[in-house]
């Protein structure tokens, strides 16, 4: 199993950014894929699952609204973008599969860096 995470960046608040995950050696449209990151000192906090259909898709409270999480399953990627960035959303954000608290697989991570 490979997951590579790309997109990351620096952006000021209210700023946007779109990361993606590509997946390899398993078969991605079964699998529920997941975003999490984690912030400098602190542990991993789920951010979005999208289940393998692609039609269903969940949000931590901090996220809802300005991030969406999708997937194409033809191109074995998943993506997250995210809207009106805040400075708390700074962190490594990783590709897992799996759901909240059930991660299988995990990528490097792609950093993201929200600052003025």
């Known amino acids: 199993v490979q997951l590579v995470e790309s997109g990351g960046g620096f952006v000021q608040p209210g700023g946007s950014l779109r990361l993606s995950c590509v997946a390899s050696g398993f078969f991605f449209g079964g699998v529920p894929m997941s975003w999490a990151r984690q912030a400098p000192g602190k542990g991993l906090e789920w951010v979005s699952t999208?289940?393998?259909?692609?039609?269903?898709?969940v949000y931590a409270d901090s996220v809802k609204g300005r991030f969406t999480i999708s997937r194409d399953n033809a191109k074995n990627t998943v993506h997250l973008e995210m809207n009106s960035l805040k400075a708390d959303d700074t962190g490594l954000y990783y590709c897992a599969t799996g759901t909240q608290g059930n991660y299988g697989d995990r990528g490097r991570g792609t950093q993201v860096t929200v600052s003025s």
């Open positions: 999208i289940y393998g259909d692609g039609a269903r898709k």
